[in-house]
Protein backbone atom coordinates (compact mmCIF):
# COMPACT_ATOMS: atom_id res chain seq x y z
CA UNK A 1 0.00 0.00 0.00
CA UNK A 2 2.60 2.57 -0.36
CA UNK A 3 1.75 4.24 -3.67
CA UNK A 4 4.63 6.98 -3.75
CA UNK A 5 7.90 7.13 -1.48
CA UNK A 6 9.86 9.72 -1.81
CA UNK A 7 13.33 10.29 0.02
CA UNK A 8 14.59 12.06 1.72
CA UNK A 9 11.85 13.90 3.96
CA UNK A 10 14.54 16.56 4.95
CA UNK A 11 17.22 18.45 3.49
CA UNK A 12 19.57 21.13 4.52
CA UNK A 13 22.10 22.12 1.67
CA UNK A 14 24.43 24.57 1.57
CA UNK A 15 24.77 27.24 -1.73
CA UNK A 16 26.49 25.22 -4.68
CA UNK A 17 26.22 21.45 -3.14
CA UNK A 18 24.23 19.14 -4.95
CA UNK A 19 21.73 16.30 -4.14
CA UNK A 20 19.19 14.31 -5.89
CA UNK A 21 15.60 13.45 -4.52
CA UNK A 22 14.32 10.49 -4.70
CA UNK A 23 10.68 9.03 -6.20
CA UNK A 24 9.51 5.55 -6.89
CA UNK A 25 5.64 4.43 -7.48
CA UNK A 26 4.35 1.09 -7.19
CA UNK A 27 1.27 1.38 -9.12
CA UNK A 28 2.71 0.48 -12.77
CA UNK A 29 1.90 4.40 -13.53
CA UNK A 30 3.27 5.30 -17.29
CA UNK A 31 3.37 9.09 -16.20
CA UNK A 32 5.64 10.79 -13.41
CA UNK A 33 6.13 14.78 -12.32
CA UNK A 34 8.14 16.85 -10.18
CA UNK A 35 6.34 19.73 -8.65
CA UNK A 36 7.89 22.21 -6.00
CA UNK A 37 5.66 24.20 -3.70
CA UNK A 38 6.73 27.71 -2.62
CA UNK A 39 4.25 29.35 0.51
CA UNK A 40 1.33 31.35 -1.35
CA UNK A 41 1.72 29.59 -4.16
CA UNK A 42 0.48 26.68 -6.19
CA UNK A 43 2.40 23.87 -7.26
CA UNK A 44 4.51 24.31 -10.02
CA UNK A 45 5.67 21.51 -12.29
CA UNK A 46 9.44 21.13 -12.74
CA UNK A 47 9.92 18.18 -15.18
CA UNK A 48 7.24 15.05 -16.53
CA UNK A 49 8.03 11.50 -17.51
CA UNK A 50 5.10 10.72 -19.88
CA UNK A 51 7.28 7.19 -19.95
CA UNK A 52 10.26 5.31 -19.19
CA UNK A 53 13.07 7.11 -21.28
CA UNK A 54 11.37 10.11 -21.87
CA UNK A 55 11.13 13.75 -20.07
CA UNK A 56 9.97 17.09 -20.74
CA UNK A 57 10.54 20.20 -19.01
CA UNK A 58 7.89 21.87 -17.06
CA UNK A 59 7.06 25.49 -16.14
CA UNK A 60 10.30 26.04 -13.67
CA UNK A 61 13.20 23.61 -15.16
CA UNK A 62 15.89 26.14 -14.75
CA UNK A 63 18.49 24.39 -12.52
CA UNK A 64 16.77 21.21 -12.07
CA UNK A 65 17.76 17.94 -14.33
CA UNK A 66 15.83 14.15 -14.36
CA UNK A 67 16.22 10.71 -14.87
CA UNK A 68 13.63 8.16 -15.48
CA UNK A 69 15.44 5.11 -14.39
CA UNK A 70 13.00 2.75 -15.14
CA UNK A 71 9.31 2.86 -14.58
CA UNK A 72 8.81 3.01 -11.29
CA UNK A 73 11.40 5.38 -10.45
CA UNK A 74 11.87 8.83 -11.48
CA UNK A 75 14.31 11.40 -9.33
CA UNK A 76 14.98 14.84 -9.29
CA UNK A 77 19.14 16.48 -9.49
CA UNK A 78 20.12 19.45 -8.09
CA UNK A 79 23.59 20.42 -9.46
CA UNK A 80 24.63 23.27 -7.61
CA UNK A 81 21.57 24.61 -5.49
CA UNK A 82 20.61 28.00 -4.48
CA UNK A 83 18.71 29.62 -2.28
CA UNK A 84 16.20 30.09 -4.81
CA UNK A 85 15.54 26.42 -4.27
CA UNK A 86 14.34 26.42 -1.30
CA UNK A 87 10.42 24.62 -1.25
CA UNK A 88 8.65 21.65 -0.87
CA UNK A 89 8.97 19.12 -3.55
CA UNK A 90 6.69 16.67 -4.52
CA UNK A 91 6.60 13.70 -6.39
CA UNK A 92 3.63 12.20 -8.89
CA UNK A 93 2.51 9.71 -10.53
CA UNK A 94 -0.41 8.97 -12.38
CA UNK A 95 -1.83 6.30 -15.27
CA UNK A 96 -2.97 7.58 -18.54
CA UNK A 97 -4.38 11.50 -18.34
CA UNK A 98 -6.74 12.63 -18.59
CA UNK A 99 -9.34 10.38 -16.52
CA UNK A 100 -6.12 9.59 -14.15
CA UNK A 101 -5.97 11.70 -10.81
CA UNK A 102 -2.56 12.48 -9.92
CA UNK A 103 -1.11 10.40 -6.65
CA UNK A 104 1.22 12.85 -4.99
CA UNK A 105 4.41 11.57 -2.62
CA UNK A 106 4.85 12.43 0.99
CA UNK A 107 7.18 15.94 -0.12
CA UNK A 108 10.65 16.98 0.35
CA UNK A 109 11.08 19.78 2.80
CA UNK A 110 14.17 21.18 1.14
CA UNK A 111 16.59 24.44 2.70
CA UNK A 112 19.34 25.51 1.19
CA UNK A 113 21.76 28.32 3.27
CA UNK B 1 0.17 31.46 -21.13
CA UNK B 2 -2.30 29.72 -18.90
CA UNK B 3 -3.28 30.90 -15.57
CA UNK B 4 -5.63 29.91 -12.88
CA UNK B 5 -6.87 32.07 -10.32
CA UNK B 6 -8.71 31.48 -7.20
CA UNK B 7 -10.95 32.93 -4.64
CA UNK B 8 -11.35 33.34 -2.02
CA UNK B 9 -7.69 32.93 -1.21
CA UNK B 10 -8.66 32.43 2.72
CA UNK B 11 -11.98 31.16 3.81
CA UNK B 12 -13.18 31.28 7.59
CA UNK B 13 -16.60 30.32 7.51
CA UNK B 14 -18.99 28.56 10.73
CA UNK B 15 -19.69 24.56 10.93
CA UNK B 16 -23.38 24.11 9.50
CA UNK B 17 -22.47 27.03 6.61
CA UNK B 18 -22.57 26.89 2.86
CA UNK B 19 -20.35 28.77 1.00
CA UNK B 20 -18.58 28.47 -2.90
CA UNK B 21 -14.97 28.55 -3.81
CA UNK B 22 -14.11 29.61 -7.39
CA UNK B 23 -11.42 28.90 -9.91
CA UNK B 24 -11.27 30.73 -12.73
CA UNK B 25 -8.36 29.65 -16.04
CA UNK B 26 -7.37 31.95 -18.40
CA UNK B 27 -6.96 29.93 -22.06
CA UNK B 28 -9.69 27.12 -23.21
CA UNK B 29 -9.58 23.81 -21.37
CA UNK B 30 -12.05 21.04 -20.57
CA UNK B 31 -9.94 19.09 -18.08
CA UNK B 32 -9.78 20.60 -14.35
CA UNK B 33 -9.29 19.04 -11.15
CA UNK B 34 -9.63 19.78 -7.56
CA UNK B 35 -7.12 18.46 -4.29
CA UNK B 36 -7.05 18.89 -1.28
CA UNK B 37 -3.74 19.21 1.26
CA UNK B 38 -3.55 19.18 4.68
CA UNK B 39 -1.15 21.22 6.71
CA UNK B 40 2.23 19.94 6.24
CA UNK B 41 0.84 16.54 4.04
CA UNK B 42 0.77 15.69 0.63
CA UNK B 43 -1.84 16.82 -1.81
CA UNK B 44 -5.23 14.45 -2.22
CA UNK B 45 -7.03 14.18 -5.28
CA UNK B 46 -11.07 15.06 -5.11
CA UNK B 47 -12.58 15.44 -8.29
CA UNK B 48 -11.44 14.82 -11.54
CA UNK B 49 -13.91 17.36 -13.85
CA UNK B 50 -13.51 16.47 -18.07
CA UNK B 51 -16.20 17.81 -19.73
CA UNK B 52 -18.70 21.40 -19.66
CA UNK B 53 -21.12 20.80 -17.41
CA UNK B 54 -20.02 18.16 -15.03
CA UNK B 55 -20.41 17.80 -11.87
CA UNK B 56 -19.28 15.37 -9.16
CA UNK B 57 -20.05 15.25 -5.08
CA UNK B 58 -18.55 13.65 -2.42
CA UNK B 59 -20.25 14.00 1.07
CA UNK B 60 -20.27 17.80 2.13
CA UNK B 61 -18.74 18.82 -1.60
CA UNK B 62 -20.04 19.23 -5.00
CA UNK B 63 -17.62 20.80 -7.77
CA UNK B 64 -19.16 21.44 -11.57
CA UNK B 65 -17.32 22.47 -14.28
CA UNK B 66 -18.52 25.49 -16.75
CA UNK B 67 -15.96 25.36 -19.51
CA UNK B 68 -17.15 28.27 -21.83
CA UNK B 69 -17.43 30.39 -18.85
CA UNK B 70 -13.97 29.26 -17.99
CA UNK B 71 -15.23 27.95 -14.46
CA UNK B 72 -15.04 25.41 -11.60
CA UNK B 73 -16.37 25.90 -8.44
CA UNK B 74 -16.36 24.01 -5.41
CA UNK B 75 -19.13 24.06 -3.43
CA UNK B 76 -18.98 23.33 0.57
CA UNK B 77 -22.16 22.17 2.01
CA UNK B 78 -23.18 22.52 6.02
CA UNK B 79 -19.14 22.52 6.74
CA UNK B 80 -17.93 20.18 9.33
CA UNK B 81 -14.50 21.19 11.09
CA UNK B 82 -13.08 18.23 9.39
CA UNK B 83 -13.23 20.11 6.21
CA UNK B 84 -10.62 22.00 7.06
CA UNK B 85 -7.70 22.28 4.75
CA UNK B 86 -6.12 24.16 1.31
CA UNK B 87 -7.95 23.69 -1.64
CA UNK B 88 -6.21 23.59 -4.95
CA UNK B 89 -7.40 23.58 -8.29
CA UNK B 90 -5.19 22.60 -11.08
CA UNK B 91 -5.89 22.86 -15.21
CA UNK B 92 -4.95 20.46 -17.57
CA UNK B 93 -2.03 22.96 -19.67
CA UNK B 94 -3.29 19.95 -22.68
CA UNK B 95 -0.55 20.91 -25.56
CA UNK B 96 -2.01 18.44 -28.29
CA UNK B 97 -3.94 16.63 -25.84
CA UNK B 98 -4.46 15.72 -22.04
CA UNK B 99 -1.20 15.02 -20.41
CA UNK B 100 -2.09 15.44 -16.85
CA UNK B 101 0.53 18.80 -17.01
CA UNK B 102 -1.05 20.50 -14.39
CA UNK B 103 -1.36 24.57 -13.44
CA UNK B 104 -2.55 25.09 -10.03
CA UNK B 105 -4.18 27.54 -8.49
CA UNK B 106 -3.15 29.26 -5.44
CA UNK B 107 -5.27 27.94 -3.29
CA UNK B 108 -8.08 28.78 -0.59
CA UNK B 109 -7.16 27.85 2.63
CA UNK B 110 -10.25 27.11 4.68
CA UNK B 111 -10.62 27.53 8.68
CA UNK B 112 -14.07 26.16 9.82
CA UNK B 113 -14.54 26.91 13.23
CA UNK B 114 -17.14 25.33 15.56
Known amino acids: NAGVTQTPKFQVLKTGQSMTLQCAQD?????MYWYRQDPGMGLRLIYY???????DKGEVPNGYNVSRLNKREFSLRLESAAPSQTSVYFC????????????FGSGTQLSVL | ELKVEQNPLFLSMQEGKNYTIYCNYS?????LYWYRQDPGKSLESLFV?????AVKQEGRLMASLDTKARLSTLHITAAVHDLSATYFC??????????????FGTGTLLAVQP
Open chain 1, 92 to 103: ASSGTPPTEKLF
Open chain 1, 27 to 31: MNHNS
Open chain 1, 49 to 55: SASEGTT
Open chain 2, 27 to 31: TTSDR
Open chain 2, 49 to 53: LLSNG
Open chain 2, 90 to 103: AVDRGYGGATNKLI
